[in-house]
C-alpha cells in the first residue's frame, strides 16, 4: 500500500487522539521500526496490523474503523488529484470518473501502487452502482470514501450508499443514489 495512505493513517490517528496513541499503536502492531514516507509502497498487512490494532484499541469493528478513515481521506485525495477532476463534478460524477482519472494515473505512477479496481456504472442519472475488487478486502473504506464524497460536495443528506455484499470480500457491491 502507498505510502502517502500510511501518512494520512498517522494524521488522522493523531488528529482523533493524539501522537502517544499513535506511538503507542505502532508498539502494539510491532511497527516501531517502520518509518511510512509518503514515496514508499508498503507491505498491505502493515495496514491491516494497524487498523487492526486501533480497532481494538478503540473498541470499534475494524470496518467501522475503515468506514472513518475512508471519510477522512476524501479532502486530501481530492487535493492530491485536483488536476484529473472536473469541477463541475459532484459525488455521482466523481464515482462514475475516479477509475478512469484517477486509479489508472496511480496504477501507472508506480508498479507498487493497486487501488482497487472499480466497476462504476451509471444506471440513471441518479444513481450509480459501484463493484469494488480487490484482494485487500478494504471494501468498508470504499463505503467510507463515498461518504466522504458525499460531505465534500455538500450533499450527504441527499446520497444514499448502499452496501449489497459484504464490505469484507474482494467484491463489494454498492448502489449509490441521489435522493430528492
Given at each position: ?28 502492531s ?6 511510512f ?130 464490505e ?13
Amino acid at each position: 500500500m502507498h505510502g502517502t495512505i500510511f501518512s494520512l493513517l498517522k494524521r488522522y490517528v493523531q488528529t482523533q487522539y493524539d501522537h502517544s496513541t499513535w506511538v503507542r499503536l505502532l508498539e502494539h502492531s510491532g511497527l516501531t521500526e517502520v518509518e511510512f514516507d509518503h514515496r514508499h509502497v508498503y507491505p498491505d498487512e502493515h495496514m491491516y496490523a494497524l487498523v487492526g490494532q486501533a480497532a481494538q484499541m478503540a473498541g470499534v469493528p475494524a470496518d467501522e474503523l475503515h468506514e472513518k478513515f475512508g471519510e477522512y481521506l476524501v479532502p486530501d485525495l481530492l487535493y492530491m488529484y485536483q488536476k484529473y477532476i472536473q469541477p463541475e463534478w459532484r459525488t455521482l460524477d466523481m464515482l462514475e470518473h475516479t477509475e478512469t482519472a484517477m486509479h489508472t494515473r496511480v496504477r501507472a505512477a508506480h508498479e507498487g501502487n493497486r487501488p482497487p479496481v472499480l466497476d462504476v456504472r451509471r444506471v440513471a442519472p441518479d444513481e450509480v452502482f459501484i463493484e469494488y475488487v480487490s484482494p485487500r478486502r478494504m471494501g468498508a473504506l470504499a463505503v467510507g470514501i463515498v461518504r466522504g464524497l458525499a460531505r465534500y460536495f455538500d450533499e450527504e443528506d441527499r446520497i444514499a450508499v448502499e452496501p449489497l455484499t459484504s464490505e469484507n470480500g474482494e467484491r463489494v457491491q454498492m448502489r449509490v443514489r441521489l435522493l430528492h
